[in-house]
């Protein structure tokens, strides 16, 4: 059984020697889509570093209610220092506060006559930064919950441009990706199905006679289905190929002043999930096209 | 082996076949009869499922045909062994790659099938040629190819579409012999022929003679009037 699904799968393979140019050309559109979609990605993922790289960060400013006592003030300050990716914490005291005002004020300002009755709350400023790979939807949303539900909180203000500006581009880019990935997949399952359906025209004599000695439609369709699908796998290969030696020769055309971009390759991840993608394609159109 | 009752069948408007009746026990031998056109391709093609059964109703090795889904086709083709009359073999392909094919759909190890193939070559006289291009045969040697085809896989039943309509005297004669070397074994044969040599190669085998789609004649018997002189 297996012996005969690899003889099968030769037989798929030996047609390529029969159309040579289609199958070639085919190899070349595929390899092409592959390296276009690729190219895609590679922006996509870029973008994305840098703009994460940077955007990871937000600052809160926390305002406790005035009946907080100083000791669980004191306490939060100390617990909020523990919390994950804290950058920077820095607490005011009424009297601190009162002093960075009057210090922001210059010497127009003198307020130590409020120092007895000093009507500024406790407050702190706080800054995290998410590195990109922590960074889950609406992390900067969960920090806001977590630091207004600590007890006698009464305010927390938050710098929210830049993390909204990377959730922004999440939605634009998950926008544009599906339709041009749609399309790519139609380029490919066209191309691909179309030289099948040549494989199953010129041997349309062999497939009536198989069938006609008893041969099951899997049988006839193995070898086919075998021949789309090398042609995904070696054509999503040689695009992933020139995507890469593009890269290569592309990573430091940005990495200059001032903008100091390295364009980076795609994750392992999405480069095998681009030639699994073209591969099912491909044998999906194959599969169609025998049916 | 073969049970066949009140099949008809027609192509658009034409009948092709009309009422055909007649059973075929196992280790039987019957030849179709009958002029070009009479219906013999047709009915041929209908008991191996190349046609689909209509009207009326048939039985081929266990497969009823009147109910046969298109996957249960090649089971039943897997029983039967067929020589078409336009051969069908892939000319591009030796003769040992025309013959070996209708082992392999079937799944057999490469060393058992080798040895099958060899040995129906042999008997075909094609030894020589085992590995030469069918496209550089002969009529007759194709035909030949043809034949160790439908008999390499040992079926229970052959149906031959005039499997000696290209061939000479002494050929036709040694094929008859194979033919009837499986018949002694106890293989059916339905074998379409106009050729009175062939027919007389087999004296006790049955004849249904077709005439413009009706069955004119069963076992010697007359069915219905001809309207022909026995060609
Ligand atoms: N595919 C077809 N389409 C239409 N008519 C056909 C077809 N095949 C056969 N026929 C008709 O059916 C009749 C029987 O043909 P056939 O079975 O080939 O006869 P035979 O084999 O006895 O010479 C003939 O009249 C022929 O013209
Ligand atoms: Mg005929």
Redesign the pocket.
Known sequence: MIGQLFRLSGRGLADFKIHPWAHLLTLVAVAMVTLLAGFILLSLHNINIHLLKSRGEVQFQIYWRSDASPELIQTQWEKIGTMEYLQEIKGFTPQDALVELAETLGKTGDFSWLKEQNPLPYSALTSFAVPPEAQQEGWAADLLTKLKAMDGVAEVHYTPLQADLAKGWRVISRAIIWPIIGFLGMVVALVVGNTIRLSLLTRQDEIEILSLVGARPWYVRWPLLTGGMVQGLLGSAAGVGLLKLAQNALADSLNIAPLFIEIRFLPMEQVLALCGAVTLVSAISSWVAVR | MVEVQHLSYN??S?W?LKDINFSLGKGEFLFLT??????????LRLLYGALPLTKGRATVAGFELHRLKRRHVPGLRRRVGVVF?DFKILPRRSVFENVAMALEVRGMARSPLERRVRAIIRAMGLETKSYTLCERLSGGEQQRVAIARSMVTNPELILA?EPTGNLDFDLTMHLMDIFKQFHTYGTSIIM?THSREVLEAVPDARILH?EQ?RVVELDGETIMESEEEFA
Do not use: N
């Open positions: 192509f658009g034409q092709a009958g002029h070009s056109g009479a219906g013999k391709t047709t009915l009359q579409d379409a077709l789609g």
